[in-house]
């Protein structure tokens, strides 16, 4: 088994050319199913079955793993055995049909206004780190930009008269999102301080030698000024659920907010946001004038007793 394992990764690093943190990851998990099934008497990947899996799944969920590791080990499994498929060492899929338990998606937390406010309380400070880390902050929470979003923006894709910048998103889609008068004072203010970069894109937000900032740089520039003004670390995704959250919270318009954010699905927009199907019943239940029960009803008798 350890030999088809070692081939079955060549295979990968060779032909298919993954990354060195890629391969580990496969390696990681089906050394870990190998492992199990030589406690259970498996000498060949051809003697697995879908109840041995099974029971590793289950075995690894009582151990704490995540639904979304197991899932990503299911996945190596079964590109392990369409490779021993195709070399004809196995003649089925033992993990083709089987799925992992779903985990519950875990959200970042949305910054209140308050601490929003706190957070892009623009200084007298005339730095240019500083200039440029406010109106990265600003636009962030403007337009509620994915942080590779923000990374790959070009100047000429900010248009400050017309008060939008367009934005290449998930799945090579394009989107036209608006762009506030705070965050449009603050790029006004930084595109007056800004280094001239000899580059035919012009990237939009650059580090000190004129280069592109990469979404590292701008997470640790983002935590730092959390720190510095809010006393709490800071991730570009809470600025982005802040946005969605609070646009929400005050227009109820779930499809504007859909758009806003580039999300393909609006189900997608609703885990999002924090709705659910159950705080949508009921505002159903509260609002329509159908879903009333009787005694709801303007002048109807709340019980027997009062009537």
Known sequence: MQT??????????????????????????????????HEQGVSDWSMVDTEYLRRFVARRHEQGLSGRSLQRA???????????IRERRCRHNPALDLRAPKSP???????????????????DDDDWLAIR????????????LRLAELAGLDVHELDLTAGEVRVLGKGNKTRIVPVGRHAREALQRWLKVRLLVDSPDQPLFVGKQGRRLTTRAIQLRVRQ??????????????LRHSFASHILESSGD??????????????????YTHLDFQHLAQVYDQSHPRARKSADKPGAPKNRDES
């Open 4 to 37: 088809d394992l070692e081939q079955f990764l060549e295979h990968l690093r060779s032909e298919r050319q993954l990354s060195p943190r890629t391969l580990e990851a496969y390696r990681h998990d089906l050394t870990g199913l190998r492992d199990y099934l």
């Open 74 to 84: 299911l996945s190596s499994v079964r590109s392990l055995y369409r490779y021993l």
């Open 105 to 123: 998606r875990k959200l970042p937390r949305a910054l209140d206004a308050d601490l929003t406010a706190r957070l892009l309380n623009e200084s």
């Open 133 to 144: 880390d406010h109106a990265m902050l600003e636009l962030f929470y403007s337009s509620g």
């Open 225 to 238: 000024r959390g720190v510095q003004q809010i006393g709490q670390h800071l991730h570009p995704h809470m």
């Open 254 to 271: 779930l499809r504007a907010v859909q758009e806003l954010l580039g999300h393909a699905d609006i189900s997608t927009t609703q885990i």
